[in-house]
């Protein structure tokens, strides 16, 4: 068994070691500027963050205990409280999930009151494998019946660009020509490209 230790190590050693980038670079004189601003806004927005966040670390706490106060000195719930007429802090009625496991943990501490606080939350979701097993697909759907198919299941789909075509509209000047015309019926709208220092 060591030496299996010894050879996950070593493949995850190798996995893990930077490549040399493989991005080219480009000279844009022309973008200077505009690089300057976008690096400046950058170093502003993150110091932004960081102050609001070190403002929201006073501001939570005592908003939260004031929403409390004002919730129950009048019986009723409130989901926010309006702070000197500037700010408005909420609260949603969402929590990070619970591990089916701590169930015994909070029935203890809760006892009677936990079918009316908590419930199980299921979501199942059908693998590709069986997605593209007809067969599989269809001894499911006749199990549940195909009228009751939309009843028991939740259904989405979409169209998606493939791997190809989005390697091709920057490769291929046919591609890109069809790309340009799906974009500009609004059929094909990629995400907007990320800027990040280099």
Not at 24 to 42: C, F, H, M, Y
Not at 65 to 73: D, F, N
Not at 184 to 191: F, T
Request: aromatic fraction near 6%.
């Amino acid at each position: 068994m060591a030496g299996i230790g010894k050879l996950l190590k070593k493949a995850a050693k190798k996995k893990s070691s930077k490549k040399k980038s493989t991005t080219p670079e480009v000279d844009r004189p022309d973008l200077k500027d505009a690089i300057s601003k976008w690096k400046e806004g950058s170093t502003m927005e993150k110091d932004g963050k960081a102050m609001k966040a070190q403002a929201e670390g006073v501001i939570l706490p005592e908003a939260e205990e004031e929403r409390v106060k004002v919730s129950m000195g009048d019986g009723e719930y409130h989901s926010s409280v309006k702070i000197n007429g500037e700010v408005t802090v909420g609260v949603q009625g969402r929590y990070t999930k619970i591990d089916t496991d701590c169930e015994d943990e909070i029935k203890e501490i809760v006892g009677d009151k936990y079918d009316g606080w908590f419930k199980e939350d299921t979501k199942v979701s059908l693998k590709p494998a069986l997605l593209n097993d007809e067969d599989a697909m269809g001894k499911i759907i006749g199990a549940v019946g195909e009228e009751n198919f939309e009843k028991f299941f939740d259904v989405a789909q979409s169209i998606v660009p493939t791997r190809a075509f989005h390697e091709a509209r920057a490769t291929d000047a046919d591609v890109k020509k069809t790309y340009e015309q799906l974009h500009d019926e609004g059929l094909v709208k990629p995400y907007k490209a990320a800027v990040k220092k280099a």
